[in-house]
């Protein structure tokens, strides 16, 4: 982390992983791999790669450079000015789409091969439920999410929350249902987040709480060893929610079903929900709630992953491939006011063997930053 904020040279490769376990190494001139917390599937990335000899164009479909199974795992880091390299894992990834382009055959000019991937997430997405798909009543929520996740993958890994919450009656999916969508709502009853990290392990874990940060992973602050070349400062309103009301199952024939409501309770906050902001709350219904605490968690959990969303900053910057969504982030850059600390909730991650040997500055990621409230 330290050799980041020097002078260094950028390093990277992708490795192909077949069905067959057998890795190849790709000559990868471009491409960007991006992680987006709001998106269903969090992890995606578009690469174009070159076929030198003559041995990565698909001869047929079952070849390994094809969308029938095989992953891709992209590294990046850098080069020390010994020599030695090391790298972050920048997520694993399920092929979607394998384009093969020869843009002028008269001159030979070489193959290219565009490749579109998504994180293991699409691929539970689409290994939809085949026969009614039941959890019985009493399950733990994590024990559920799990269960999920093996139908797909069988030696999946797990990096998962401790809690008692139980699914309070059956949950029935129809043939047809997507299971990854199963899987965030189990993840919303608990009030977290499903996705898969950059290891590839299934990770069930609230949002990052914008209102008690830990201390920041990395920063971007104005003066000697900043990597942040272009800053952009956004107030909006949208999505703009500034509470989440929470409505769950009835506890009777009868009664109005359980509510749990979470407000942006801080008067020095802009989006102060007695303030001149007013009152714009998020709605979620969901049924497998059955108390008024779990319905105030998962208002509270959800209030979370929405506060700060008025104030966002857009930062350009030196590529840190370990940066990764809801990590904490400094800010200090007084022209726009950006000071404080921050919620990554997006950012992009450049890919190219072009660009291994080059310096950092020539080799940008964009970031975007959600503001603590006070």
């Not at 999505?239 to 409505?247: A, L, M, S, T």
Request: glycine share 6%.
């Amino acid at each position: 982390m330290a050799a980041l904020r020097e002078s260094h040279q950028v390093f990277e490769y992708v490795d192909i992983i077949t069905n067959a376990h057998q890795t190849i190494r790709l000559h990868v001139t471009t491409g960007t791999v991006t992680a987006d917390r709001s998106a269903q599937f969090r992890r995606t990335a578009t690469l174009t790669c070159f076929d030198p000899d003559g041995t990565l164009v698909p001869q047929d479909a079952k070849a390994a450079l094809t969308p029938f199974g095989t992953e891709m795992r992209p590294y990046k880091g850098i080069v020390y000015t010994d020599g030695t390299t090391e790298v972050y894992p920048l997520g694993v990834y399920r092929l979607s789409e394998v384009d093969i382009v020869e843009a002028n055959p008269l001159n030979a000019t070489r193959i290219s091969i565009n490749i579109t991937a998504y994180d293991r997430s699409r691929t539970i997405s689409r290994d939809k439920f085949l026969t009614t798909y039941t959890i019985p009543a009493g399950t733990l929520i994590t024990t559920a999410f799990q269960q999920l996740v093996y139908r797909t993958f069988p030696n999946a890994q797990f990096d998962i929350v401790s809690s008692e919450l139980v699914t309070p009656y059956i949950l029935t999916y129809a043939v047809g249902d997507d299971p990854w969508q199963a899987c965030m709502d189990l993840a919303t009853s608990v009030g977290c987040q499903a996705y898969f990290n950059t290891d590839g392990w299934a990770i069930l874990a609230p949002p990052a709480d914008v209102n008690a940060l830990s201390a920041p992973s990395w920063d971007y602050i104005e003066g000697s060893g900043c990597t942040m070349t272009d800053i952009e400062a956004i107030y909006t309103d949208d999505p703009g929610y500034n509470g989440v009301i929470v409505i769950g199952a009835s506890p009777g024939t009868g009664l109005p079903p359980i509510q749990g409501i979470a407000w942006d309770t801080d008067p020095a906050s802009p989006t102060y929900y007695l303030g001149p902001y007013g009152q714009v709350p998020q709605l979620v219904n969901d049924s497998t709630i059955t108390t008024v605490a779990q319905a105030n968690a998962v208002a509270y959990g959800l209030l979370n992953a929405q506060l700060g969303f008025t104030t966002q900053t857009d930062i350009t910057c030196w590529t840190n491939p370990a940066i990764e969504v809801d990590d904490v982030i400094q800010v200090e850059r007084q022209p726009v006011s950006a000071t404080g600390l921050y919620v990554c909730d997006a950012l992009t991650v450049p890919m190219g063997s072009a660009t291994t040997g080059t310096p950092a500055g020539m080799n940008s990621q964009t970031v975007t930053l959600r503001q603590k409230r006070s």
